[in-house]
């Protein structure tokens, strides 16, 4: 393996690094010093701090991590986004009963149009998303369920995407990459074909709203 071969195969590893490099957000130096001992490591040898600069220097520009211009307009025609507050969220194991469960609690909260609820079900777990005000009408439909994890102050970011959402590739990433980079965890994220959910702590809504309609409007 050559020195290029080493650095090329690092930085495709890192996903984060390969985009801040596109966009010329890096000391090229600094970070040649720092990924040396990695470097050193794959290719079983000392090397020089100027041949990896060397080697990333010539490193042709990725275009799978590129933010694309289509991307970028793509974002220009979100549609609404919404903040729901005081949410909370239950993970069940899938079971023959929970069906009647979800069944029950989506029957008995038709028609209050004020309630959050979500219910995502997987291959052996089942996500619950709901207003707070659920919580003792969840204990007691679920009380005979086994409950793998639940968490509370949570608040959501609804976001209604145009309908060419599956013809743009990277959205989902360009979203959560935004998002990791201000430090903000995202706890669930619920789709549907033209809308997607964010889960974060409620901590986090105010930052995340403000990131999304930065990038809603261009900037």
Known sequence: MTIAQAVDEYIKNSPFLEEALSDQL???????????????????????????????????????????KSIREFMNRLGDIIVRSDLRDYTFENSAGLNACNRLL?????????????ISQGVFETTLVVSSLLSERINEIYKNEKLIASMEKLSSVTIRLPESNTEVSGI????????????INICEV?????????????????KAFALLMELKQGS
């Open 26 to 68: 890096i000391n090229i130096s600094s970070l040649a010093r720092q990924v040396q001992p990695d470097i050193e490591k794959l290719l079983r040898k000392k090397v020089q701090t100027g041949a990896i600069v060397m080697a990333i220097n010539r490193r042709p520009t990725q275009d799978s991590y590129r933010i694309s």
């Open 106 to 118: 989506m029957d008995g909260i038709a028609g209050e149009k004020e309630i959050f609820c979500t």
């Open 172 to 183: 989902y990433y360009f979203l959560l990459k935004r998002l990791a980079w201000i430090g």
């Open 190 to 206: 619920i789709s549907t074909s033209n809308e997607v959910t964010l889960v974060v702590y409620e901590k986090d809504v105010h």
